[in-house]
């Protein structure tokens, strides 16, 4: 196959046919194209964009390019749940266990850190011993015995969206309806849930800030999802300031123990609630929304996912005990302070994003490595009233430099006024 002439195609708008993505996908997966040619044609689908019916080849090429999971001994619902990326998101620990807890399955892959928004393997990773790349003898084993994991797309599952999800996240072709759809969907069919319960961010933190392109794309994961045969509730949710209080992987572990511990940590708790419902009933484990919150909030308050969240975490490697005695790296940490009386009216998701990535969270090339313990913790949120000098945000970095650049970055951030701000609810819609 000439790859030059296919990211011809793609760079004159045409359309390439559901074989050209198979083997694209094959391609990526074993090594046999260069990353600058794959690079290309991604620059090239971002800005020529694709159909539903290519953008649906894609998805199934992804989804083939390895080993299709089944699950043939699991005798519960089989239920996965998915973030389109936001700063500060780390639901997935706090609700793949929950649903888990409240007798479902739960076989989830995820990504790392993509552009600005935090990814589930990154902060994972930050607990000593933790393995994402798990063989799928593994993951049946684990399956079977705790009700869930969370690996990473590997070289033996999804390896294709492994390959071109590194390459988006240093090529600048990250927000693209058609690979995002591709991406999230080809991973979960990979992974063989029956129904899917996606988080479809939208705000300045999202990788789509407007929500009718959210909503598009919330569109789209839907309708591929469906026309594999699967059920997908998304949920559009605001990301307009982070989420919770803590930016950042070994940070964001924290908060979500904290959550399974019982803490009302503002949005996590809440959010995290909404989407577990929504994936017990579209499951078919509640009678309807209202038995299934309740079903959830059980779930959470009662301890049993936190249970599941440390069996998870021990059966695949990591070492909570460590995690929780570990030594910080982040010997500079300074605080941003309220320039002046008044209402904090904007903490944006994105700047904080942005700078989480300057403290040392993320990455610009993708053999980075992240520092796990860099970050950003939020003091006052949206909507507080500060007093000249409060402290806003605390960063946290291993090297002075870092610190500064994130310090700057951060100050762009910021808006205090004299009225507070609209209240934004945290739901825009749920699409069942
Ligand atoms: N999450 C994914 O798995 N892929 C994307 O493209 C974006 C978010």
Known sequence: MDFQRLIAAKRDGKRLRPQDWRWIAEAASGGLVPPYQL???????Y??????SETYALTEAIAGS?????????DRPLVDKHSTGGVGDKLSL?????LAACGVAVPKLSGRGLGHTGGTLDKLAAIPGYRAELSPEELRRILTRTGCFIAGHSRRIAP???VLYHLRDVTATVDSIPLVTASIVGKKLAAGADTFVIDVKTGRGALFASQPRALRLARWIKRASEKAGKTCVCVVSEMGAPLGRRVGNALEVEEALAVLAGEDVPEVRELSLELAAQGLKAAGIAPGITAARE???RGLDDGSAREVFEQMIAAQGGDLDAFAKRKRSTAYSAELKAPRDGWLRRLDALVVGRAAGLAGAGRTLTDDEVDPEAGVEIIAKPGSRLTKGDPILVVHASEEDKLRAALKELSGGITIGEEPPAPRPLIRKILS
Not at 39 to 45: C, G, I, R, S, T
Not at 94 to 98: F, G, K
Request: net charge neutral.
């Open 39 to 45: 690079a290309a044609l991604l620059m090239a689908v």
């Open 47 to 52: 800005l020529r964009g694709m159909d539903f």
């Open 66 to 74: 390895g080993e299709r999971l089944t699950w043939p001994g699991v």
């Open 94 to 98: 706090v609700v793949v266990p929950l």
């Open 160 to 162: 294709a969206d492994a």
């Open 295 to 297: 079903l959830a909030r």
